[in-house]
Nanobody
Framework: VQLQASGGGLVQAGGSLRLSCAASGRTFTWDFMGWFRHAPGKERAFVAAISGSGSSQYYADSVKGRFTISRDNAKNTVYLQMNSLKPEDTAVYYC?????????????????WGQGTQVTVSS
């Protein structure tokens, strides 16, 4: 399984970005997909997750109401729409795939990881 994240960049506070994660190598609709972020000096943290069908979404409290996770199973792609960005959202963002049986908010819940994409929000 390969996950390719893209869409990061530099944006001013209050701006928006949309991250994409393209998956290949397995039946995508089986996968619970998640986004995590890793800021300097901090541990990798859960951001959002979505079930295989897309019917259930989960968010960290810090991004609820600002970020939206979605997926297009026909394109084997999961998205993270990030609005009202804040400087504290600056991090490397990673997408991950798991089966969802053990949960969705811990790094150990995921088996496959993408390479990460840098998001920088300036004040």
């Amino acid at each position: 399984v390969q996950l390719q994240a893209s869409g990061g960049g530099l944006v001013q506070a209050g701006g928006s970005l949309r991250l994409s994660c393209a998956a290949s190598g397995r039946t995508f609709t089986w996968d619970f997909m998640g986004w995590f972020r890793h800021a300097p000096g901090k541990e990798r943290a859960f951001v959002a997750a979505i079930s295989g069908s897309g019917s259930s979404q989960y968010y960290a409290d810090s991004v609820k109401g600002r970020f939206t996770i979605s997926r297009d199973n026909a394109k084997n792609t999961v998205y993270l729409q990030m609005n009202s960005l804040k400087p504290e959202d600056t991090a490397v963002y990673y997408c991950a795939a798991g089966d969802g049986y053990t949960g969705w908010s811990r790094t150990n819940d995921y088996i496959y990881w993408g390479q990460g994409t840098q998001v920088t929000v300036s004040s």
